[in-house]
C-alpha cells in the first residue's frame, strides 16, 4: 500500500477554511485506508498564495510586478499522518506553461539523477559512482580532461553540481549520458517538456552539442570496467520560437533584436518541483521517479543539502563559496533564531537575469517542513548578455523574501500531526 497522497484545492478563503480542514481529515484518514495508486497532483490558482503575500508589505512591490518579472512559484504544504507518511497540498503562483524563464543550471539536478540511474542500469560491469573516469576528446570543441586532475569521478562531479554548481562538472555527465538518452529517459518519466541539449559556459554549435566524448571508467591498476564511447544524439526537440527582450550583446556590439532562447535548454517550474519531490520521497509518483540505488539516494540528500564547506569529497572556503551563491531561498531564514537546526535539499540556477531555485526546507527544532520552487527575471533593461543584471535589487532579496513569508506561516501552522524528521538528519 502506498503512503503518500497529494492533495489540492481550487480555492482556500477564510469562508470555506472549515471545508479545507474536513477533507484534510477525510484525506488522512484514507491514506491509510486506500489501496495503492500514484500520487495525484491537482493544479490551483494563486488565491491562497495571493493573500498571504499581501500581509507582507515589503514583498508586495515584487508582487505587483510578478508578469513583467516572469515571476513562477510553487509552494507545496506538507501534511503527516499518524504514521508519519506526508501528504501534499501544492499552492501555485503566476505559474504558466507558456512563460519561458531560462533554466540555467538547475538542469543539472536532473542530470545529476539521471547519471546514478545509468549507474544503475551498468551495475554489472561492477561499477559505481566512485569509480575512477577517464574523458577523452574525439571531437570539435570537447575538451578531455576535468579542470583539477586528469580524471574524475560520477560521485565527484555531482557532488560540485550542488556544492558550487560548477558547469565542467554538469558537461562531464553530459557527456557521460548524452543527449538522446537524457531526451529518452526523461520522456518515459513524463517529462515530455523538457530539453536539455547543450553544455554549459562553453559556445558550442547543436552539432557539437551532439557529439559526446569516450568515457573509461577504471578499476585502481587502470583496468577498464566499461567504456562509453564517443557518440552524436539523432535526438529531435520541440522547438517553439521563444524570442525575449528588447536586445542582446554578441561580439560586444548591442542588436536591438530579442534575444533567441529557442534552441536554448527548457525546463518547467512544476517539473523541476516534481523532480526534487521524486527524491525526497521516492514513493511519489512512482512512474516519473528515478530508478536509482538507495545508498545513491543517500549520497544525494547529502549533497543537496551540504554547504560548500561541507564536501565530502572536496571542502571550499565559505569566504570564496558562500552559501548564498548556490541556496538562494534558504538566505531568507539565515537571521532565524533556528537557522542552524535547518537544512535545504536544493538545486539554483542563475543566468541571464533568471534567478531559480527548487528546494525542501526541514527545520529541525521546530518540526517543520515544506518545498518552495520559485524563478524571477532580474533584468529591468531586457538587455541580454550585458552582465549588467538586477540580481542585487531584485533576484536576491525577492527570494529572502519569498522563503521568510513561507517560513514564518509554516511556524505557526497548527499540524494534526508532529512529522518525524530524523531521515533528514545527516551527518556532514
Not at 469562508?15 to 481529515?25: G, N, P, Q, R, T
Not at 560540485?160 to 558547469?167: A, T
Not at 534567478?355 to 533593461?381: G, H, P, R, W
Request: proline share 4%; net charge positive.
Amino acid at each position: 500500500m502506498s503512503k503518500y497522497r497529494c492533495v489540492t484545492l481550487n480555492k482556500l478563503t477564510t469562508w470555506i477554511y472549515v471545508k479545507y480542514i474536513f477533507l484534510l481529515l477525510i484525506v488522512l484518514f484514507t491514506a491509510c485506508k486506500a489501496t495503492k495508486q500514484s500520487a495525484k497532483t491537482i493544479f490551483m490558482n494563486d488565491q491562497f498564495l495571493d493573500s498571504l503575500f499581501k500581509k507582507n508589505t515589503s514583498l508586495q512591490p515584487f508582487i505587483a510586478e510578478k508578469d513583467s518579472l516572469n515571476m513562477q512559484i510553487i509552494y507545496t504544504k506538507i501534511d503527516r499522518d499518524k504514521s508519519n507518511a506526508p501528504i501534499f497540498t501544492e499552492h501555485y503562483f503566476n505559474v504558466d506553461s507558456g512563460r519561458y524563464f531560462y533554466p540555467a543550471s538547475t538542469v543539472k539536478m536532473p542530470i545529476a539523477f539521471l547519471a546514478l540511474e545509468k549507474l544503475n542500469e551498468l551495475k554489472n560491469f561492477k561499477i559505481d559512482r566512485n569509480t575512477t573516469t577517464i574523458t577523452s576528446a574525439s571531437f570539435n570543441g570537447q575538451a578531455p580532461f576535468y579542470k583539477f586532475d586528469t580524471v574524475g569521478s560520477i560521485a565527484k562531479y555531482i557532488e560540485e553540481i550542488f556544492l558550487v554548481s560548477d558547469n565542467e562538472a554538469f558537461n562531464r555527465l553530459y557527456e557521460f549520458l548524452g543527449p538522446e538518452y537524457i531526451q529518452q529517459k526523461l520522456i518515459e518519466k513524463g517529462y515530455n517538456n523538457v530539453n536539455i541539449r547543450h553544455r554549459l559556459s562553453i559556445a558550442l554549435t547543436d552539432i557539437q552539442n551532439r557529439q559526446t566524448n569516450s568515457i573509461k571508467f577504471t578499476d585502481s591498476t587502470g583496468n577498464v570496467l566499461y567504456k562509453k564511447p564517443e557518440q552524436v544524439s539523432t535526438a529531435t526537440y520541440k522547438e517553439p520560437e521563444i524570442k525575449l527582450g528588447k536586445g542582446y550583446f554578441t561580439n560586444d556590439k548591442l542588436v536591438n533584436e530579442p534575444f533567441n532562447f529557442t534552441y536554448k535548454n527548457k525546463v518547467q517550474l512544476p517539473d523541476l518541483n516534481k523532480m526534487l519531490q521524486s527524491i525526497i520521497f521516492p514513493e511519489v509518483n512512482k512512474s516519473s521517479a528515478f530508478k536509482i540505488a538507495e545508498n545513491d539516494r543517500q549520497f544525494l540528500l547529502r549533497s543537496m543539502s551540504a554547504f560548500p564547506r561541507e564536501g565530502a569529497v572536496h571542502m571550499y572556503s565559505q569566504q570564496e563559496n558562500p552559501d548564498r551563491d548556490v541556496k538562494f531561498l534558504m538566505e531568507g531564514l539565515a537571521t532565524t533564531p533556528a537557522y542552524n537546526n535547518i537544512r535545504c535539499f536544493n538545486k539554483s540556477g542563475l543566468a541571464y537575469g533568471f534567478l531559480t531555485d527548487a528546494c525542501y526546507f526541514v527545520d529541525f527544532e521546530n518540526n517543520v517542513e515544506f518545498m518552495l520552487s520559485a524563478t524571477i527575471l532580474s533584468n529591468k533593461d531586457e538587455v541580454f548578455n550585458d552582465d549588467k543584471y538586477d540580481f542585487e535589487s531584485i533576484g536576491y532579496p525577492f527570494m529572502k523574501l519569498l522563503s521568510k513569508t513561507i517560513y514564518d506561516y509554516e511556524l505557526k501552522r497548527v499540524k494534526l500531526f508532529i512529522p518525524n524528521l530524523k531521515e533528514f538528519k545527516i551527518n556532514y
